[in-house]
């Protein structure tokens, strides 16, 4: 599968952005997708998943409250809903996509869970 995120920008801290992950193939609808970020000099680190229902939803803490992960399995599409965006939130965000179905949080955390991965949309977030 291949995977194609897109939305990302430029904005001022409090604002919001929209990120999108679209993937190719007929079987998005099995994949749990997760979102991870990497800043200048740090490693990826989560930030959202959700499972291949849409069911259940995983957050880091640093984002819980103010980012929202949903899906279309209609559109083959993953979303990541970022509302009041602090500084400290730039980075080149990633999705990914995993093909084995899990049920706990510390499996959707996890970046070798993820057997795909899309190229990075770079968000950055001005003080």
């Known amino acids: 599968v291949q995977l194609q995120a897109s939305g990302g920008g430029l904005v001022q801290a409090g604002g919001s952005l929209r990120l999108s992950c679209a993937a190719s193939?007929?079987?998005?609808?099995?994949?749990?997708m997760g979102w991870f970020r990497q800043a200048p000099a740090k490693e990826r680190e989560f930030v959202a998943a959700i499972s291949w229902s849409g069911g259940s939803t995983y957050y880091a803490d640093s984002v819980k409250g103010r980012f929202t992960i949903s899906r279309d399995n209609a559109k083959n599409t993953v979303y990541l809903q970022m509302n009041s965006l602090k500084p400290e939130d730039t980075a080149v965000y990633y999705c990914?996509?995993?093909?084995?179905?899990?049920?706990?949080?510390?499996?959707?955390?996890?970046?070798?869970?993820?057997?795909?991965w899309g190229q990075g949309t770079l968000v950055t977030v001005s003080s």
């Open positions: 990914a996509a995993t093909e084995v179905r899990g049920y706990t949080s510390s499996w959707y955390v996890t970046p070798e869970t993820y057997h795909y």
């Open positions: 193939g007929r079987t998005f609808s099995s994949y749990g």
